[in-house]
């Protein structure tokens, strides 16, 4: 194979109560990008289109991701990569990690498949660390796992893949405003008491066990984080309005997508998620702020071939 083109998901990390460890894939939003070997050895980006990103190799998340493979893989050839990214950075959308993985999988393609899937996470993270510094697993393994993922531990890496029942949509909200990774972990506190620590880790626990039976009412009662959305929902203009709109509109529960700004809904059904788009239009309409909205089931492949 000398050539491919892919799908990279876009990915909503944290899913509430899970900060740092849990993650899921969108189906029907992502980056495209196209990889052709050369023989030169070196990684240029001949193309991006979609986002002002870095052009050296070096500096790009994907570019950073394919040297570090084609050199783990001692491989006699280089590649050429071009970008196409259909949503922005700074979304909370893991726009970082569609790069990352989607070169991660791409690459590992063009090596034989050389690579276990937690092996192009760990590649994949190494590109988190070029666009947020923080070696993050959450967007990535969602976007080479596909689905639903629990980071279950960071070192040694464990990652496990959680069932996705089939009538789970998401409804997403994109405000217009970027805010930076790096930004909103800094607002995180270092330390949290006990009993906050232990109402998500129960969350979290209620929220693997209601995906695992399909048991919609209590993925909902699990989609609650008293961790990160308390300090961060400031940075979100209008988050807790579209919060309401939605559960009222129907949703299983929501919350910020990742560090923000986006927000998540889950929904039972793909009526129930079209109404929770139109009560997010709602709130959002007249706030003078751009925003995009998508309705998508949840991905359950990950990064593939198109
Ligand atoms: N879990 C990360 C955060 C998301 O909330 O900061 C970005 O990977």
């Known amino acids: 194979m000398n050539e491919i083109t892919i799908f990279s ?27 052709k070997k050369t023989e030169s050895k070196e ?33 006699d050839f280089g590649l050429d990569i071009q970008i196409f990214k259909n949503f922005k950075p700074g979304s909370g959308l893991g726009s ?4 990352a993985s989607g070169t991660a999988y791409a690459v590992n393609e063009l090596l034989s498949k050389k690579y276990s899937n937690l092996e192009l ?13 923080s070696a993050i697993a959450d967007n990535v393994a969602a976007a080479i796992y596909g689905g639903f993922v629990l980071i279950r531990n960071y070192e040694p ?39 906050t620590a232990i109402g998500q880790w129960a969350n979290v626990g209620g929220l693997i066990s209601g995906l695992h039976a399909s048991d919609f009412d209590l993925i909902g009662r699990s989609l609650v984080d008293n961790v990160a959305e308390p300090v961060r929902k ?16 129907g949703a299983l529960g929501t919350g910020i997508s990742g560090s923000g700004p986006s927000i998540f809904a889950l929904s039972e059904g793909i009526e129930t998620a079209n109404k ?23 991905s359950t492949t990950g990064a593939r071939a198109i």
């Open 9 to 35: 998901p876009a990915t909503v990390a944290n899913v509430s109560c899970g900060f740092d460890a849990m993650g899921f894939a969108l189906e029907s939003l992502g980056d495209e990008m196209i990889f």
């Open 234 to 249: 400031g940075l979100i203009p209008h988050f807790d309005a579209v919060k309401e709109a939605s559960i009222k509109a």
């Open 121 to 133: 996470t760990k590649f994949a993270m190494q590109g988190e660390v070029t666009a947020c510094g």
């Open 43 to 75: 990684v240029v980006i001949s193309k991006i289109e979609g986002a002002n990103l870095p052009f050296e190799a070096c500096n790009n998340v994907a570019g950073v991701v394919a040297q570090n493979m084609l050199k783990d893989a001692n491989a």
């Open 157 to 195: 890496l464990d990652i496990v893949s959680i069932p996705t029942p089939s009538e789970l949509v998401a409804t997403v909200i994109h405000p217009q405003i970027e805010i930076k990774t790096e930004d909103a972990r800094k607002v995180m506190p270092s330390e949290i008491p006990l009993k």
């Open 276 to 298: 929770v788009k139109e009560a997010m239009h709602a709130v959002y309409k007249d706030s003078g702020i751009d925003f995009t909205l998508y309705v998508s089931r949840i």
């Open 96 to 99: 970082s990690a569609a790069s």
